[in-house]
């Protein structure tokens, strides 16, 4: 691993199988019959996380993202490939990396709901072997960073679902951990909470250099909040680069027209390098032309053929502009089989600088 890297995944692949129960035989009225279904929630992944990042994982349901942040924090065992943490390997030093990895899982009721928040971070500071002075300090400060303070001595059942959940992340930061993982931190949160909780992130990332694997499938978030993203589907890493090149990807491919008129879409139907064209806009349409990935000169080519029907269809070409893609429209194209999402696979930057 490189030498900086706090979390490490190693070629891991986990494969499950499931029992599903078909509906009753009309014939033989056999009830209880069951399929055996293997999944793929990991598929030969390998990323690694550097001190003061915050690493987004991002996927449709079912992806594999939960099964990828239980990896690295032991709860579930790679069939193949290793997880590590601080270049310690999970499977073999468990206990060591547990101190230095706190862990929000998705929808998990983490804390006690009868105690306050003060006495739940207590408890799980005693459990990780954070004792006394140290422990009631640590306890008031997460409560205060994360502001909590003024619900400190309130039942948790009493608690709001953010302030549940801010107070999850002040108990998987209890023992001070040099890694976070947060598996869909912000779902179902409202705007306030969430974006709170971002704050936090970025506090803790920037300023204290932890590391922070974030699952989500808020592409807002994830734009928003990381530095790097992997995108994950059927529990193969489809793509893995920094956020700002991820948006980037598809932007030589998307050009805009704006003209005086509309001309005829089918005009442009069997310009080979042209995939998709279609008038975006209402006051002032635009005839957006979404064009082949790879092939740089048959894309040149097809814009050379654009320009040429709005010569003859003699109409005003008031400007042309290239369309940054969101991280939106990225993700659904390369989750959707588009032979495009191959482009990406080059450029992966699986490893943390
Ligand atoms: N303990 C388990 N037993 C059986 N199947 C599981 C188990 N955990 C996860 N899976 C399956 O593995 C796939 C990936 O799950 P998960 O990692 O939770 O996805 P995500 O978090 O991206 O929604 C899903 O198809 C899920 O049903
Ligand atoms: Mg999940």
């Not at 929000?104 to 105690?115: A, F, I, K, Q, Y």
């Not at 990381?226 to 193969?236: L, P, T």
């Not at 509309?262 to 998709?276: A, E, N, T």
Request: charged share 30%; proline share 4%.
């Amino acid at each position: 691993m490189t030498d900086t890297a706090l979390v490490e995944l190693r070629g891991v692949c986990k494969e499950f199988s499931t029992s599903h129960v078909l509906p009753v035989d009309e014939e033989t009225r056999k009830r209880r019959l069951f399929k055996k279904k293997v999944v793929c929630a990991a598929d030969n992944i390998s990323f690694s996380i550097a001190p003061g990042e915050i690493f987004g994982l991002l996927g449709p349901n079912g992806a594999g993202k939960t099964t990828a942040v239980k990896m690295i924090s032991g709860l579930v065992r790679p069939d193949a490939g290793q997880a590590f943490v601080k270049g310690l390997n999970v499977e073999k030093k468990r206990r060591q990396i547990l101190r230095h990895v706190g862990v929000v899982l998705e929808g998990t009721r983490t804390s006690l709901w009868p105690l306050t928040p003060f006495e739940n971070l207590v408890y799980y500071g005693m459990l990780k072997d954070v004792r006394g002075s140290v422990l009631k300090e640590r306890a008031h400060d997460l409560l205060d960073f994360i502001g909590l303070q003024d619900k400190k001595n309130v039942q948790v059942r009493r608690l709001s679902r953010g302030q549940k959940q801010k107070l999850a992340i002040c108990i998987a930061m209890i023992a001070d951990p040099l890694v976070l993982l947060l598996d869909e931190p912000t779902t179902g949160l409202d705007v306030q909470s969430s974006r709170a909780i971002k704050d936090k992130v970025r506090e803790i990332t920037r300023e204290q250099g932890r590391s922070v694997l974030v699952t989500t499938h808020d592409m807002h978030v994830a734009q928003e909040l990381c530095d790097r993203i992997a995108i994950i589907n059927h529990g193969k890493l489809i793509a893995c680069r920094p956020t700002d090149s991820l948006l980037e990807v598809f932007s030589e491919q998307v050009f805009a027209f704006r003209l005086d008129r509309r001309v005829p879409l089918d005009l442009f139907s069997g310009i080979p390098g042209i995939i998709k064209s279609e008038y975006e806009g209402s006051e002032e349409p635009e005839l957006v032309f979404q064009l082949v990935g790879e092939q740089q000169d048959l894309r040149s080519e097809a814009l050379y053929k654009i320009i040429r029907i709005f010569e003859e269809q003699k109409c005003l070409l008031r400007s042309v502009s290239q369309r940054k893609q969101n991280l939106e429209s990225i993700f659904l194209r390369l989750t959707s089989d588009d032979p495009d999402a191959d482009v990406l696979k080059k450029g992966n930057t699986c490893l943390s600088s």
